[in-house]
């Protein structure tokens, strides 16, 4: 359909009340999504947001292209189902990371090595809200947001890592603050051709008391003002930039797969899981 | 003869299914009707495996039985497990080198066989040796052995075609081919088509005709070919072989699926396989087949595709089938199209994954959290199988709901003769669709039970999990609620207003049956001929096949039970419950006390089910039957 009017943030959105609580993560992330999906005039029909369950999983209600929202773990297979039956469509799957990490690990992994041309945003705030509370894979160890009645004694996984060792194209972090950031990487990553996965640190101010915006506020920095260049341009210099502690020489093969693709990678140091050697990646 | 049996075992691995496919093409090349059942372990190498099959010169045989008239064995433990399967005067195919070999060294040879043997050959006095059986056979049963040094003739063939000897033993299947040519007499044009067709490497193809030929010349001189068939009066033009596998997936491409989602599982994943063969991607007629993580994923792709337009299905078992079940319901929810076809197998758990069953009627049916409307289809032969995969779709879309369609393992790995599907028949039907320019589109718009579907890309439109309002976003509303859940339910009075009763069931039998057999499934072969040798022998059997569960023939079983009487119904099933009774009583209120069922995860055999038909008749009101190995 050829369209002759431009499309505005406005006409992103719908009438669906946004029931998310009061200064949830999520706003930042749809707000990020409105802006990113205007400038690059998405034709709303031809779009899909494909969610999972959990407080991400409301996300295709409010946007104004066309939203699938699926099983709890299952957005993947669902969005990978619409994009090889229907290539021609731009299908943005936004998940949280109970969905990704936890119940629908095994399609994470999947994805990678498939390469599909999609793009995953991750909510990742460390607990399962909707169920209020309890601690999620990416909540590191002996944490103890406010729900849990002890610890938590699991590690967490490192969603940047799996995503590099399964095989994903694109892998950027952002955070749920930074809107205008957020945008430009959720831009690139549906431009990207390939599986592209965007973490995104999202405050559940509800239920986890730790990962504060505060918290974020403080130890958030942007990779590409330091200097990073995100394109692997060549297996050598892949094979240059991992500290060896991190990236053990058996994932170089990872590696190269990556040789043939964009690694834009906003590193923003965070808490928690990542050594300070992550950021090469 | 009009009909011939044989049972040709050995090794899984040794090469018993491409015997299996040479024989079934080379006799229907000539003329002949074949069903040719495969039953195996789940292993790849070792352990034993058979071919069971019935040749008929006047019809395209479907059923299955017991005793055989010639049982070709590649190695010793085929001899043990299959003798008490051959007829009085049957022939016994063996190889001589194994004389010596004594039942209770087999190390692949399951502890209870060996037992049984044990007792039974302490009571004849043998000593557990092949050659011990073979004279019993000779001298008891009539039987005449077709001794062959399988050594020699392989040594013959590396001498002839010059073959390096680490080679030569890939020639054994073929040394049984031969022989089994040999005494029915097939045609040397048809034996040499199926080699050709089997082995498109000229050399191969060349040492394995010679292989055929050096047997049965020298079968021919010592025995002649006593089990020489008539001359084939089926009337049938053009004939298919396949395996239930194969036909469905031809019928999948007849019916334009676009995307097919799999796990690999037994004994699905040769549909997907045969599938994959004919994969194009891009342009016209373009199929995907897409092997997924998992189950989980395999549906809910299938899903997603199915939300683009295409028509989508997947192919699984028992426990692909349980992981389904979550994204059924989506789909059921959703009113999305997409198919399941269903392999039964032996359960619950890994349970018996090479074995048949029908077990998974019930889940069938009722897998699910919630309501929400489905058909269930389920076939009986390959040539149902064949239509019911197209009809599937065709239900599937025109009441957006899931379709079942339940087949398995004997179907799945049966080659059998089908009459050429006429496709002029085939109608495509894809439901009604959403015109384009719309101003606005409601997916779940409530005018009507069944709203116009668009496609991914056509207009912006929600789907949820949740319940949902006409636009498919989220609605707690207790007043929508009660409009959407009518609105999918009554789908089912739908289906059950359109799809004629007679698509449901068919009946085969006397006019006026004293006693009706009822069954559903791979059962129907069987039961018909059961039937049929009933009649003969002055038993008004007949057999009433369900051929679809949901919509349920409701109106013709009860006439049909009121004339011959609720007490003269038997159930005869492949599981423990008699699963289709229950469904039968749910549906129509007519309990079904008697019952034929069998549960070795080994097809029904036509002697058994004689057999229990008789028994029930003199009062019993359960018969559980297990005749095979």
Redesign the interface.
Same mark, same amino acid.
């Given at each position: 359909m050829e369209r002759k009017i431009k499309l505005t943030i406005n006409d992103y959105k719908?009438n669906?009340w946004v029931d998310w609580c009061p200064g949830c993560g999520n706003y930042g992330i749809l707000s990020a999504m409105y802006q990113a999906f205007a400038d690059l005039q998405l034709e709303?029909?031809?779009t899909?947001v494909?969610s999972g369950?959990g407080c991400s999983g409301?996300t295709?209600?409010f946007i104004?292209?066309?939203?699938?929202?699926?099983?709890h773990?299952?957005a993947?297979?669902?969005?990978?189902?619409?994009k090889?039956?229907?290539p021609?469509?731009t299908v943005v799957v936004n998940v949280g990371d109970g969905d990704l990490l936890g119940i629908g690990a095994?399609?994470f992994?999947?994805l990678g090595r498939r390469n599909v041309d999609l793009v995953v945003i991750m909510h990742d705030n460390t607990v399962y809200g909707l169920t209020k509370g309890q601690a999620s894979p990416t909540l590191a160890r002996n944490l103890q947001p406010k729900a849990l009645p002890k610890p938590n004694i699991q590690d967490a996984v490192n969603p940047i890592g799996l995503a590099i060792a399964a095989g994903y194209t694109f892998i950027a972090r952002g955070y749920a603050a930074r809107v205008q950031h957020l945008k430009e990487l959720i831009k690139k990553a549906i431009l990207h051709k390939g599986a592209a996965f965007i973490d995104v640190l999202q405050p559940c101010v509800t239920y986890d008391n730790i990962h504060t915006y505060d918290y974020y506020n403080k130890r958030v920095y942007d990779l590409q003002e330091e200097g990073w260049d995100p394109m692997v341009k060549s297996l050598r210099s892949f094979r240059r930039r991992p500290p060896r502690h991190w990236l053990s020489p058996t994932r170089v093969m990872v590696g190269y797969q990556l040789v043939y693709s964009w690694l834009i990678q906003t590193y923003l140091r965070s808490r928690r899981d990542t050594p300070r050697g992550c950021r090469i990646t | 003869m009009n009909e011939l049996r044989y049972i040709i075992g050995g090794p899984q691995g040794g090469g018993l299914e491409t015997t299996s496919e040479i024989l079934s093409w080379a006799f229907a090349w000539s003329g002949y009707g074949i069903i040719s059942d495969r039953e195996y372990f789940s292993n790849i190498k070792g352990r034993h495996s058979y071919v069971h099959a019935t040749v008929s010169a006047t019809e395209l045989p479907k059923h299955l039985t017991y005793p055989v008239d010639i049982v070709a064995a590649m190695d010793a433990e085929t001899v043990f497990t299959h003798f008490n399967d051959l007829r009085d005067g049957g022939y016994l195919i063996y190889n001589s080198d194994d004389d010596s070999v004594n039942y209770a060294s087999i190390p692949s040879m399951e502890r209870e066989l060996r037992d049984r043997l044990s007792e039974q050959f302490k009571g004849l006095g043998l000593d557990g040796t092949v050659k011990s059986v073979v004279k019993y056979l000779q001298g008891n049963r009539k039987v005449r052995v077709v001794a062959l040094s399988f050594k020699e003739l392989l040594m013959e063939i590396q001498k002839r075609e010059g073959i390096v000897p680490s080679q030569a033993s890939r020639y054994i299947s073929t040394i049984l081919v031969g022989a089994v040519a040999a005494i029915t007499d097939i045609s040397q044009e048809s034996i040499d088509y199926s080699l050709r067709r089997r082995f498109t490497r000229e050399d191969v193809y060349r040492h394995n005709r010679a292989m055929a030929n050096i047997v049965i010349d020298l079968v021919k001189g010592q025995f002649g070919s006593e089990l020489k068939l008539d001359p084939p009066k089926i009337g049938v033009r053009s004939i298919l072989v396949a395996s239930g596998n194969d036909a469905i997936a031809m019928a999948k491409v007849v019916a334009g699926v676009?995307?097919q989602?799999y796990y690999p599982i037994t004994p699905a994943a040769d549909e997907s396989f045969t599938l994959e063969e004919y994969e194009t991607l891009g342009g016209e007629g373009s199929i995907?087949i897409?092997q997924?993580?998992?189950e989980?994923?395999?549906i809910?792709?299938?899903?997603?595709?199915?939300?683009?337009?295409?028509r989508?299905s997947v192919a699984t078992s028992g426990p692909g089938f349980d992981l389904m079940v979550? &994204?059924l319901g989506?789909a059921g929810h959703n009113e999305v199209p997409v198919v399941v076809t269903y392999y039964q197998r032996g359960g619950p758990s890994t349970g018996q994954p090479t074995r048949g069953g029908q077990s998974d009627l019930l889940s069938s049916v009722f897998a699910s959290h919630g309501e929400y409307p489905r058909i269930v289809l389920a076939s009986g032969d390959h040539e149902e199988a064949f239509y019911d995969a197209i009809d599937a779709f065709n239900y599937a879309e025109t009441y957006q709901v899931p379709v079942i369609h339940l087949v398995d393992k004997f179907l799945a790995n049966t080659i059998a003769t089908i009459p050429m599907p006429n496709l002029d028949n085939v109608r495509i039907t894809r439901g009604v669709l959403a015109p384009r320019g719309l101003k606005e589109y409601k997916r779940f718009d409530l005018s009507s039970p069944i709203s116009p579907r668009a496609?991914? &890309?056509?207009?912006?439109?929600?789907?949820?999990?949740?319940e949902h309002d006409e636009y498919?976003?989220?609605n707690e509303d207790p007043i929508n609620r009660v409009r959407m859940m009518n609105k999918r339910m009554s789908k089912l009075d739908i289906i059950d207003r359109e799809i004629p009763e007679e698509r449901r069931y068919s009946y085969f039998g006397p006019d006026r049956p004293d006693i009706l057999l009822v069954g559903w499934g791979f059962v129907k072969g069987v039961a018909v001929k059961a039937v049929e040798e009933l009649t003969e022998e002055g038993i008004g059997a007949g057999y009433y096949h369900i051929r679809m569960f949901i919509p349920f023939p409701r109106n013709s079983l009860t006439k049909f039970a009121n004339e011959v009487g609720a007490n003269n119904l038997i159930a005869v099933e492949h599981n423990y419950m008699a699963q289709a009774s229950k469904l039968v009583a749910m549906n129509t209120g007519i309990m079904i006390n008697k019952s034929i069922v069998k549960y070795t995860g080994r097809p029904m055999y036509v002697h058994e089910l004689v057999n229990a038909v008789k028994n029930v008749l003199r009062g019993s009101t359960r018969e559980v039957v297990s005749y095979g190995a």
């Open positions: 719908t669906v709303p029909e031809k899909v494909v369950i409301k295709p209600h104004n292209v066309t939203g699938v929202h699926t099983l773990g299952r993947l297979p669902y969005a990978e189902g619409i090889l039956a229907n021609d469509l095994a399609h992994v999947a | 676009r995307f989602a995907i897409f997924t993580e998992d989980l994923a395999a809910n792709a299938a899903i997603g595709a199915a939300l683009t337009g295409v989508s979550e &994204g989506w496609f991914l &890309g056509d207009y912006v439109m929600w789907y949820t999990g949740d498919g976003h989220i």
